[in-house]
């Protein structure tokens, strides 16, 4: 039975499907209709108890949160496709460190800048400006940290690419796609070439070939 | 004999103690270096060598450097799978996995909702700070929406992963002590399952261990 993911135009499920794609792991998608309230439905939440998406299924087994997906799976198949993980104990120790910064210190104001701009009309809601400064500026003092941190590093956990990279994926490609921030990125010397590497990585073009980012229907450029 | 393993931060903040949890399950010898926030240790250039985003804790064992608390407890946990709670980041993949998914639970549902009210509610009266009634009624909202999740889950299963205790409980240890010492302790105490979850997880010798630590005068800075 093919390994199934759930609610591919989102995001953190893409994190999941890119995951997949450098393991060269098979999956079909399931998708979910959030304007529909399909992630609300009982058998979903049978699924994902949060109401939320990514959820893979894979036979009998389930498992939701894509960071936890994502280090399930790099480890399952650590003998194929690209190494996620390091070598040693300590190197996998660092992918954890930028995989948890990602997380926790590049999410939050991403995320909020993500919703106020791209899905605030969509979701009923108006834009708050005040929020949407605050969180640009608290982006901005974390990517400066990274620029820091690349001009000493190809990759964040060192000079391998790891799922710490590839988790900021995503919502990266909304930043420099339909949010017309792209300066944040590009304003960055270091930040800039590492996403140069990382965006033009043969899978992450084959899964935005294959899999579009959808804002409620309609393609999003990335 | 030197301890290789260092812990910097107060016992006090959250995070550092859900390190110190750790260590004490597994049975790690460490030394606790003592950051004053007060004194704006954590944003002096030394400390920012230890940890760029200038927050507690930062770690170090014989080959490595880390922050992220999450990150440190995984590190540990694979470092030394031998010594202390063998079982603590699970025996087999499966295991694993399930402890991840409620870690990340935890980071992504949990811990925000519950660290706005840790700060409002125990942090800033001591700080003298108003406390901001709006920001506590929408985060107290959206924990109760975690917990009722956690309600169903801890109905169907001894602790959050499985059978046994592991990181995704400890992980829960320091904002939900915290918040039991105010008056919203009752948003777990009301609720059946996770009252019991909470009185066996709170009730265990690590996490007694650092609740001690909490209440004693801090040991001395770098």
Known sequence: ?222 | MATAVKVYGPPMSTAVSRVLSCLLEKDVQFQLINVSMAKGEHKKPDFLKLQPFGQVPAFQDECISLFESRAICRYISEKYPSQGNKGLYGTNPLEKASIDQWLEAEGQSFSPPSAVLVFQLAFAPRMKIKQDEGLIKMNEEKLKKVLDVYEKRLGESRYLSGDEFSLADLSHLPNAQYLMNTDRGELFTSRENVGRWWGEISGRESWKKVVEMQKSPPPPSA
């Open chain 1, 1 to 222: 039975m093919v390994l199934k993911v759930y609610g591919p135009t989102f995001a953190s499920t893409k994190r999941v499907m890119a995951c997949l794609m450098e393991k060269e792991v098979e999956f079909e998608t399931v998708p979910i209709d959030i304007l529909k309230g399909d992630h609300k439905h009982p058998q979903f939440l049978q699924l994902q108890p949060f109401g939320v998406v990514p959820v893979i299924q894979d036979g009998d087994y389930t498992l939701f949160e894509s960071r936890a997906i994502i280090r399930y799976y790099a480890e399952k198949y650590k003998s194929q496709g690209s190494d996620l993980l390091g070598k040693t104990i300590e190197e996998r120790g660092l992918v954890e460190q930028w995989l948890e910064v990602e997380a926790h210190n590049f999410h939050p104001p991403i995320y909020d800048l993500v919703i106020q701009i791209l899905f605030s009309s969509k979701l009923g809601f108006p834009a708050d400006q005040d929020v949407i400064k605050e969180s640009e500026e608290k982006l901005g003092k974390v990517l400066d940290i990274y620029d820091e941190r690349l001009s000493k590093s190809k990759y964040l956990a060192g000079d391998f690419f790891s799922l710490a990279d590839l988790s900021h994926l995503p919502f990266t490609h909304y930043l420099t796609g339909a949010m017309n921030k792209d300066y944040m990125i590009r304003d960055r010397k270091n930040v800039s070439a590492w996403w140069d590497d990382i965006s033009n990585r043969p899978s992450v073009k084959k899964l935005l070939q294959l899999y579009p980012y959808l804002i409620f229907g309609n393609v999003l450029q990335v």
